[in-house]
């Protein structure tokens, strides 16, 4: 099993930054990526960007490319998510998740709780 906590989120004005933090603990070695996902109200999951275990590979959804850069610190077991140039569709809850063996970037194995970002503008 894996645990995935999230943090980092908040209220921010439109063009403003952030930066999430995912951490996970429990059986870190099975997990192969670490993928960010998002929920806006009324709207379906969303997503975001993914990384693989050693951060060679990296898969950014079209509408963060060039706003959002994922990385990751192996060492604390933590996947990093900086949001710059935050615009209001940007709000939504993120969700970090990690994929094991038999998952992939779409369907993850594990997930956190979430965490709120609001951008108003």
């Known amino acids: 099993q894996v645990q995935l906590v999230e943090s980092g989120g908040g209220l921010v004005q439109a063009g403003d930054s952030l930066r999430l933090s995912c951490a996970a603990s429990?059986?870190?070695?099975?997990?192969?990526?670490m993928v960010w996902f998002r929920q806006a109200p009324g709207k379906g999951r969303e997503f975001v960007v993914g990384i693989s275990r050693r951060g060679v590979s990296t898969n950014y959804a079209d509408s963060v490319k060039g706003r959002f850069t994922i990385s990751r610190d192996n060492a604390k077991n933590t996947v990093y998510l900086q949001m710059n140039s935050l615009k209001p569709e940007d709000t939504a809850v993120y969700y970090c998740?990690?994929?094991?063996?038999?998952?992939?970037?779409?369907?993850?194995?594990?997930w956190g709780q979430g965490t709120q970002v609001t951008v108003s503008s």
């Open positions: 429990g059986s870190i070695f099975s997990i192969n990526a």
């Open positions: 998740a990690a994929v094991g063996p038999g998952g992939n970037y779409v369907n993850p194995n594990y």
